[in-house]
């Protein structure tokens, strides 16, 4: 089974850029569709991007799009999330998420994935 650490979350001033990691333990990482989803306080958690085994497929929730980039390097058994042009409101706790999967697709639902990391703070500042 794949158990994930997400890192690279911190505080950056609007406009700035963030690159967060997702390392994956295991073997067969390449097996694993992979997504990034953020949560503030007392709110649901959101989708924001997600990407497929084989890194063919993404997708982007509306609020990112043009600005966030989903990336992964099955041979380091990693998970990126590019994040530029950042705004205040961009501000959560950024989590990563695995699913075993047989076919490059892209999951998007938050119930639709079994595996999550523990997650990493990203604060915008204006």
């Known amino acids: 089974q794949v158990q994930l650490v997400e890192s690279g979350g911190g505080l950056v001033q609007a406009g700035g850029s963030l690159r967060l990691s997702c390392a994956a333990s295991?073997?067969?990482?390449?097996?694993?569709?992979m997504g990034w989803f953020r949560q503030a306080p007392g709110k649901e958690r959101e989708f924001v991007a997600a990407?497929?085994?084989?890194?063919?497929?993404?997708v982007y929730a509306d609020s990112v799009k043009g600005r966030f980039t989903i990336s992964r390097d099955n041979a380091k058994n990693t998970a990126y999330l590019q994040m530029n042009s950042l705004k205040p409101e961009d501000t959560d706790v950024y989590s990563c998420?695995?699913?075993?999967?047989?076919?490059?697709?892209?999951?998007?639902?938050?119930?639709?994935?079994?595996?999550w990391g523990q997650g990493t703070q990203v604060t915008v500042s204006s």
């Open positions: 998420a695995a699913r075993l999967s047989f076919y490059d697709s892209v999951i998007t639902g938050t119930r639709d994935y079994g595996l």
């Open positions: 295991g073997r067969t990482f390449s097996n694993y569709a």
């Open positions: 990407i497929s085994t084989s890194g063919g497929r993404t």
